[in-house]
C-alpha cells in the first residue's frame, strides 16, 4: 500500500482549499440571486464564499464569478491514470523497427467521420507536417497513410480498410454536442465486429474531448485528446502491434 | 468614425479586379447553362408553395421536383410546368403541388394557349416580386424607426440547437449590447437537400434553418429591438445544398444577412463545385433584391492554411466573391467580404500583421461592411489568455474601421457558447469600442512602414495567384486545392445529381424578373 498523500486546491498557502467558479444561475438581479448563488456553492462544499461579482444577464439571469474554501481532498497515492502505456522512441528507431520485424510498412486509414467536417486534427497526426514541429505519419517509412477526410460514413472507412488491408484505423472526431461523438464511434465499432473486422484491427479515436477511458469503454484500443504528437500515437501503433502479433 | 489609411498599388488594384472578373465570367458562363433542384425548388417557394407532405414530413416543393425529375421534364425547370397545370386545372400554384403529392401527372394535361399562360405567369411573378419588395420596405421603416448603432455592429452567435432557447440567449445579449444575432445552423444540415419544417427544438451544434424558426427569432429580435430603441439584425446561413430556398426564406421572413459564400461549401462541406456556383447565384438574385446584406467565407480558409503564409488566398477569393456578387447585383454596401484574426499568437509582432491584413480588406473594399471573424484556431482552454486575444481583435476592428465584428467567446475551443460567455464578450467589445470611439481618427500608418509594405505585399501575391486561376480556370484551381489547401474534383462533391443542363425549353420568369429589376443581365 502506498502512503496516503491528501491533495487540496491551491492559493497562496498550502493547503488553503482556494477555489474560483463562475456560472450563471436562472434568476432576476438582485439580493435573492446573491444569496441563491452563495447557497449553491456551499452545497457545492464551499465555505467563506465570497461573491466577487454578480452581473445582470438580462431576461431573468444572473452571472457570478465567486471564490471559496474546501475542505475536500483527494488522495493522490489512490488514483489510477488510464493512459495508452509506451515508451518513447524516435522516428528513426520507429521506422527501422518496422523494416525488422514487420518487413512492410504499417497500413493506416484515417477519417473524420459522420457528420463532422473537421479536418484539421486528423491532418496534424498524419499530414507529413505534423503537429508543433513532431512529424505526422505520412513522414515515416513505417506507415502507410490513407487520409479519407471528414464527413466520412462509417461505411466507407469500413470499405476501405478492407480494400487496402489496413493494420490501423484511426478516427476523428471533434464535435461533441449532445454526445454525436459517440453515437458516431459506436456505429463504427458496430459495423467493424459486424463486418468481422475488429479482431485484427487497431482502432483508435482521437479529438479534443475524446480520452483514452472513453476510448476504451466504447470498445477502442487507444484514445487521443487535446495536444497529442504525431509520435505519441506513432509509437502506440507500433508497440501495441508488435506485442499483439508476437512479433 | 474616421478611419487610417494606408496607400495600395492602385495599378494593382484594378488589375487584380480585372483578373476577377475574367476568372468569374467564364464560371459565370457554366452556371447560366445550368439549374438545380434547389434552384427551382426555389422558384415554386417564390410562387408560394409550402408545407411538407405525410409523416416523413417531407417538404412539397421536393415531392413535385422528384415527381418532375421522374417524369424526364425536369430541363424546362419547375415554373413552366406548375403554372400550366394551375390554368388547365383552375388551381392556384400550391393547390397544383398538393395534387400532385397527391397523385396528379402532370404529363396528361394538355397545354394553355401561350398568351394566357404568359399573362398568368407575369402576374405570378409580379406577386412573388412584390412580396419580397414588401417586406424589405418592412424592414427598412424599422431600420429609420428605431436607429442604426454605430459600426462596428457586435456581431453575436447562438447555438443552442432549441430555438425557444435560442431566443432566451439572443434577447439577453441584445440587452448586453449586441447588434446582430446568428443562428447557427445544426452541423450537416448544409448537406440536407430539403430544408426542415416548423419550429424545432434538436439541433448539434446548431440550430436548424426553417422558416418558422426565422419568423420565432425575427418576432423575438423585434419586440427586443424596440425596447432597447435600436435596430437588430438577424443572420442565418444560406449555403449549403439549399441555398436559394434559404435565401427565399429569409427575404419572406425579413432577414438582414445571409452567411452566403460561392466557394465555402464545396471547401468545407465537399459539396460539388458547379452545384454551389449555380445556386449561389440564384440565391444572390433573392439576396440583392431582397436588400439582405451577404456574409462571405474568406475566414475559414484560415483556420485549415496559415493565416501569414496564405493571407493573399483570403484577397483572391473576397475579389472573386466580390465579382460573382456584382454579378448578381449586390451592391457593395451588401457584401460582407469576410476577413479573420487568426495568426498564430505565438508570433512576434503578430498584431502588426493583423492590422496590415485588416488595412488590405478596408482598402479593397472600402464601401463593403467587412465581416470581421475573430480568433479561434489559437484558441484554446486557457480561457483568460483566450480573452486577452479577443481584446486585441476588438481593438484592430475598432482601429482600422472593420463594419461587421464576430465578437470572439473564451470558450470558442470548448463549446458553443453559453450565455455569460457571450455575456464577457460584449464586456469586452462595449469597453474597447467605447474607449477607442475615435482612435481611427488619430492614426496614421508609416508611408512605406511594415504595414502598408504588408498589405502590398499580400496584394501581390494574390494577383499573381488571381493570375494563375485566371489561366487554369477556377475550377481547376479548387481542383489543384488553392483555397484553404483542400482539394476538390468537379466531378465529386454530394448534390451533383441535383444539377441538370437547361433544355431548350427551360424557363424561369422569376429568375428572369429579378435579373431585369437589378439590371444584371442585358
Ligand atoms: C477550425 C474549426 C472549424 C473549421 C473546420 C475546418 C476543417 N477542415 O477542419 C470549420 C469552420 C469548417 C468548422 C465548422 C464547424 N465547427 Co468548428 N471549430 C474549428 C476550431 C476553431 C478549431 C479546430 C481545430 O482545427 N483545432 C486544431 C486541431 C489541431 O486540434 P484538435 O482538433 O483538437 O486535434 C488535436 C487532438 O484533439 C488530436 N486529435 C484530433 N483528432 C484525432 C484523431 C486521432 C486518431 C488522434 C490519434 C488524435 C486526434 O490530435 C490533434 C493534434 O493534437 C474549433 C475551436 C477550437 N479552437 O478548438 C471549432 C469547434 C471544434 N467547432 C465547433 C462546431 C460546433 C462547428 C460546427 C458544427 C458549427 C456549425 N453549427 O456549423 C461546424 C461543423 C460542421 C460539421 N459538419 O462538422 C465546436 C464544437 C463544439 C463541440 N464540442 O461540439 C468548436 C469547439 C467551436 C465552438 N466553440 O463552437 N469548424
Known sequence: MNQQKLVKPYGDQLNDGAVQLSFTLPIEFGPLAREAAKKFCEKLGFYEVTIATMEDLHEGYTFFVVYGKTDVAVDVSSIKVIAPKIQRLPREKIDELVLQKFKRPIVVVGATIGTDAHTVGLDSILNMKGFHGDYGLERYKAFRVYNLGAQVPPIELVRKVREVGADVVLVSQVVTQRNIHIQHLTELMELLYAENLRDDLLVIAGGPRITHELALELGYDAGFGSGTTPSEVANFIVQELLKRRGL | ?522
Open chain 2, 1 to 522: 468614425m474616421g478611419r487610417p489609411t494606408i496607400e495600395l498599388d492602385s495599378k494593382l488594384v484594378q488589375y487584380a479586379r480585372s483578373l476577377a472578373k475574367k476568372i468569374t465570367d467564364d464560371v459565370q458562363k457554366i452556371i447560366d447553362e445550368h439549374s438545380t433542384v434547389s434552384t427551382e425548388r426555389a422558384t415554386l417557394r417564390l410562387l408560394g408553395v409550402d408545407g411538407v407532405v405525410g409523416e416523413e414530413q417531407v417538404p412539397l416543393v421536393n415531392v413535385v421536383l422528384d415527381k418532375l425529375k421522374e417524369w424526364n421534364m425536369l430541363d424546362q425547370g419547375a415554373f413552366k410546368p406548375v403554372v400550366s397545370a394551375a390554368i388547365v386545372l383552375d388551381k392556384d400554384v400550391q393547390q397544383v403541388c398538393e395534387a400532385i403529392a397527391d397523385g396528379l401527372d402532370l404529363r396528361t394535361l394538355p397545354q394553355p394557349k401561350r398568351n394566357i399562360y404568359e399573362a398568368f405567369s407575369q402576374k405570378l411573378v409580379e406577386e412573388a416580386v412584390a412580396r419580397i419588395k414588401r417586406k424589405s420596405e418592412e424592414r427598412d421603416a424599422l431600420l429609420r424607426e428605431l436607429g442604426d448603432p454605430p459600426k462596428p455592429y457586435k456581431y453575436l452567435i447562438v447555438a443552442t440547437g432549441n430555438i425557444y432557447e435560442d431566443v432566451v440567449q439572443a434577447r439577453a445579449a441584445v440587452f448586453q449590447g449586441a447588434d446582430i444575432i446568428a443562428v447557427i445552423r445544426s452541423t450537416a444540415q448544409s448537406l440536407l437537400d430539403y430544408v426542415p419544417y416548423g419550429a424545432t427544438t434538436e439541433g448539434y451544434g446548431g440550430t436548424y434553418a426553417t422558416q418558422e424558426n426565422f419568423r420565432i427569432m425575427r418576432q423575438a429580435l423585434d419586440d427586443a429591438a424596440r425596447k432597447v430603441g435600436r435596430y437588430i439584425r438577424q443572420v442565418n446561413y444560406a449555403s449549403g445544398l439549399c441555398m436559394p430556398e434559404i435565401a427565399v426564406m429569409a427575404a419572406f421572413e425579413g432577414l438582414d444577412i445571409l452567411l452566403n459564400d460561392a466557394m465555402y461549401g464545396i471547401l468545407f462541406r465537399d459539396i460539388n463545385m458547379l452545384r454551389t456556383f449555380t445556386d449561389q447565384y440564384i440565391s444572390r438574385l433573392v439576396c440583392a433584391y431582397a436588400n439582405i446584406t451577404i456574409n462571405t467565407g474568406e475566414d475559414n480558409y484560415l483556420t485549415t492554411a496559415d493565416a501569414i503564409e496564405k493571407a493573399h488566398t483570403v484577397t483572391a477569393s473576397q475579389l472573386i466573391n466580390e465579382q460573382f456578387a456584382i454579378k448578381a447585383g449586390l451592391k457593395p454596401q451588401l457584401m460582407g467580404l469576410g476577413h479573420a484574426f487568426e495568426i498564430n499568437p505565438d508570433i512576434e509582432d503578430s498584431l502588426l500583421y493583423e492590422i496590415a491584413h485588416a488595412m488590405l480588406s478596408r482598402e479593397l473594399f472600402p464601401d463593403c461592411p467587412v465581416k470581421y471573424m475573430p480568433p479561434t484556431r489559437y484558441m484554446t482552454g486557457n480561457i483568460f489568455k483566450g480573452y486577452a486575444m479577443n481584446t486585441l481583435f476588438n481593438l484592430v476592428s475598432s482601429m482600422t474601421g472593420q463594419s461587421i465584428q464576430l465578437l470572439g467567446i473564451l470558450t470558442e475551443a470548448i463549446h458553443t457558447p453559453y450565455m455569460h460567455d457571450r455575456y464577457l464578450a460584449l464586456v469586452n467589445a462595449n469597453y474597447v469600442f467605447s474607449a477607442t470611439r475615435h482612435l481611427g481618427d488619430e492614426i496614421l500608418f508609416r508611408p512605406g512602414g511594415f504595414i502598408e509594405k504588408r498589405a502590398n505585399e499580400v496584394l501581390k501575391k494574390a494577383v499573381e495567384l488571381l493570375e494563375h486561376i485566371s489561366d487554369v480556370g477556377l475550377f481547376s484551381a479548387i481542383e489543384q486545392g488553392i483555397f484553404a489547401d483542400i482539394r476538390r474534383s468537379r466531378e465529386a462533391g454530394k448534390g451533383l445529381e441535383g444539377v441538370f443542363k437547361k433544355g431548350e425549353a427551360y424557363e424561369n420568369p422569376i429568375r428572369d424578373a429579378l435579373e431585369r429589376e437589378l439590371g444584371v443581365k442585358g
